[in-house]
């Protein structure tokens, strides 16, 4: 297709998207934004950010996953997701530590949903170790599910489940890659920016 | 690449399906439609209908021609908005030719093009009467002139798609 014909779809489904938005047809709006850490998907609901998506997940499978989990109804559209990128762009330049934005929870249950909505009591730039976060929420011996609860987080970075480390102090996993944890993990260390 | 005729539980993210098959159908209403904003509104409106329904689409059907049998009747009703003509009933199936039946044409890309090269005439009266499927009575209604002059532009514009195609002429 040529530049032109592209340029005139781009717009198009632009205009689609806010129509449909306008009817209250869209089940899951999303958008990317750059980040220190790589590209991030960033997708929302009417209740609020449903998922945050490391590029290293696959975009397209996790559209797929969102489809499947929440509605076929998904398409690109930015202004939902405007608050938290501006957000997420503050908190990678040190101007901010912590967001106020609504979540949409429903694709945790059970206990690994009591322990991401436990993550959060670990401060800006503190860590926790999975066996503090088992005990936090009541379940001391749950030490592996609280790694699932980590590890299944669809709300990384907003979310603090790199803030979550093994007894040792060594890094356990991350959805993102290790990279990523240690790249917010050093960020939130050095909160002026030096 | 999904592949037809695969079991799935849902169908696919409705943005994959405007990213998989809105150039296409852009392609087919201006084609059909003067290109520009007659085109884009039948776009748009093929689109968001297929939006509304799409919740209800049987997982693993043919979204392709699905969408096309959205399009033309989105291009119908433009035809009609600006062309008030009595017509009896919306055409049913457009009546395919040997390879030139609505899913050939809408997935060859060089059939457009091809399109493209004929007279505005010939591309119109092609387009209603195959892919609309409006028998060529009713085509003057949109057209002006007489169903046998037009049935004689079709025929024309069918045998120089032909030639540019090289689709043999006993196939």
Avoid at chain 1, 46 to 72: M, Y
Avoid at chain 1, 132 to 141: E, K, L, N, Q
Avoid at chain 2, 4 to 20: A, D, I, S, Y
Wanted: aromatic share 6%; hydrophobic share 45%; proline share 6%.
């Amino acid at each position: 297709m040529s530049e032109l014909a592209m340029h005139e779809i781009d717009r198009l489904k632009e205009n689609l998207a806010e129509r449909a938005a306008a009817e209250g047809l869209i089940d899951v709006s999303y958008r990317l934004v750059d980040s220190p850490v790589g590209q991030l998907m960033l997708a929302a609901t009417g209740r609020g950010i449903v998922r945050v998506a490391f590029a290293a997940e696959d975009f397209d499978a996790v559209l797929d996953s969102l489809a499947e989990k929440v509605g076929v109804r998904v398409l690109h559209r930015a202004a939902p997701l405007d608050a938290a990128a501006m957000q997420l762009d503050e908190y990678f330049a040190h101007a901010r530590t912590g967001f106020e934005l609504n979540l949409d929870h429903r694709l945790s249950s059970g206990y690994r949903l009591e322990v991401q909505l436990a993550l959060p009591r670990i401060e800006y730039g503190h860590t926790a170790s999975y066996k503090a976060m088992a005990a936090v929420t009541g379940r001391p011996a749950a030490v592996r599910a609280v790694g699932t609860a980590c590890a299944t987080n669809p709300l990384p970075i907003l979310v603090p489940c790199h803030r979550v480390l093994r007894s040792d102090g060594s890094l356990g996993g991350y959805l993102g890659g290790l990279d990523a944890k240690r790249a917010l993990l050093s960020l939130e260390q050095d909160p002026f920016g030096n | 690449m999904r592949l037809h005729g695969v079991k799935m539980k849902t169908n696919p993210p409705f943005e994959l399906v405007v990213r998989e098959h809105g150039p296409a159908v852009l392609r087919m209403c201006t084609a059909l439609l003067r290109p520009g904003p007659d085109a884009q509104d039948a776009w748009s409106e093929t689109f968001l209908a297929a939006l509304r329904a799409y919740p209800g689409l049987e997982p693993g059907a043919n979204v392709q021609a699905w969408l096309i049998t959205i399009a033309r009747r989105k291009a119908i009703d433009s035809l009609r908005a600006r062309h008030p003509v009595p017509v009896d009933s919306l055409p049913e199936q457009a009546a395919p030719i040997d390879g030139f039946g609505p899913d050939g044409l809408f997935e060859n890309a060089g059939l457009w093009d091809a399109l493209g090269t004929l007279t505005e005439l010939q591309r119109k009266v092609i387009g209603y009467h195959y892919l609309l499927g409006f028998p060529y009575a009713e085509i003057p209604g949109f057209l002006g002139g007489s169903a046998a002059s037009l049935r004689r532009a079709a025929a024309d514009g069918i045998k120089s798609l032909r030639k540019l195609l090289d689709v043999s002429e006993e196939s």
